[in-house]
């Protein structure tokens, strides 16, 4: 499993609507930023974390997606280290870890469909000015279903280059990666266009 997947389950996060879910992340987001208190924004870690194992996935998965946001926050860290404070970095490291918590369990909480229907709904009064809400919705919905997607990718050419000795060769992991999503998204573009949209 990866980062933007949906997994099915039952947990009260599941019985929430998508909207729900958005607009207290949103709230969440907001609150976060806004409160200066390291404290606080350490708190908000653990609650986040609780969250995240309330959507019923594995544990052992649940922890493996969160191997890359961890090399991410410790860049965040070692970059505020750098430029500015400790205090500054232990900050931006709780409240982007929140966040990245909060967000992963509404999307394995959330069916892609439901967030695709939210987007088309929430740009509804924008149709008068020409924005159409239904290829707005399918186009995030497809973003959302690509990243877990090119993440998996990468993670089985690097385990079939490794297996072949070439794992220290970024361009024998690129250009394999680069080729197969080119050769989906064309894939997906002639499956759209053949169900009545267009490009």
Do not use: C
Not at 28 to 33: C, M, T
Not at 60 to 82: D, Y
Not at 89 to 106: E, K
Not at 158 to 164: D, K, L
């Amino acid at each position: 499993m990866t980062i933007g997947l949906y997994h099915p389950g039952h947990s009260p996060l599941h019985r929430l609507s998508a909207g729900a879910k958005v607009a207290g992340l949103l709230v969440a987001s907001l609150a976060l930023f806004l409160t200066p208190s390291i404290w606080l924004a350490f708190l908000s870690v653990p609650v986040a974390f609780a969250v995240y194992l309330s959507t019923g996935a594995p544990f052992r998965q649940l922890m493996a997606q969160l191997r890359g946001p961890a090399i991410l926050l410790g860049l965040v860290f070692v970059f505020h280290l750098l430029f500015g404070s400790v205090a500054d970095g232990l900050l931006a490291v709780a409240r982007f870890a929140t966040l990245i918590l909060l967000a992963s369990a509404v999307t394995l909480s959330t069916p892609i469909s439901e967030m695709a229907e939210l987007v088309e709904w929430g740009l509804g009064p924008l149709k008068p000015i020409g924005v159409n809400p239904e290829k707005v919705g399918l186009a995030i919905a497809l973003a959302i279903r690509f990243v877990p997607l090119i993440s998996e990718e990468f993670r089985h050419i690097r385990e079939a280059q490794a297996a072949r000795g070439l794992a220290a060769n970024p361009l024998a992991l690129i250009v394999p990666l680069v080729i197969r999503t080119l050769k989906s998204a064309d894939e997906l573009a002639d499956a759209i266009e053949a169900r009545g949209y267009e490009r």
